[in-house]
């Protein structure tokens, strides 16, 4: 069984930053995994942020969330990565990570992030 498990959220001031963490509880990423972030506030859609391969690196982002989040993985920590900078009040969100793991998506439970103005 794989699960996802986000840490690092919390609260932030506008224009701060903050990285989350994405592991696999019991388990570790391998090969072709592709590991996702997403985020959902009350009311609206969940939108993906970025995803990555986890034996190549390749990266891709939703062109709205390019320039501020940055996806990277840490192969020896064995953990998936959310940099977010210049945080905005709209930010704020629940932010989780899935994983594609032999064709099946698994879910974190997220990691709530609060920016105040």
């Known amino acids: 069984q794989v699960q996802p498990v986000e840490s690092g959220g919390g609260l932030v001031q506008a224009g701060g930053s903050l990285t989350l963490s994405c592991s696999v509880s019991?388990?570790?990423?391998?090969?072709?995994?592709?590991v996702a972030w997403y985020r959902q506030t009350p009311g609206k859609e969940r939108e993906v942020i970025a995803t990555?391969?986890?034996?190549?690196?390749?990266?891709h982002y939703t062109d709205s969330m390019r320039g501020r989040f940055t996806i990277y993985r840490n192969y020896n920590e064995n953990r998936a990565f959310l940099h977010m900078n210049g945080l905005k009040v709209e930010d704020a969100a629940l932010y989780s990570c899935s994983v594609k793991h032999d064709y099946v998506m698994y879910w974190g439970q997220g990691t709530q992030v609060t920016v105040s103005s």
């Open positions: 019991g388990g570790t990423f391998v090969g072709d995994d592709m």
């Open positions: 990555i391969t986890w034996d190549d690196g390749s990266r």
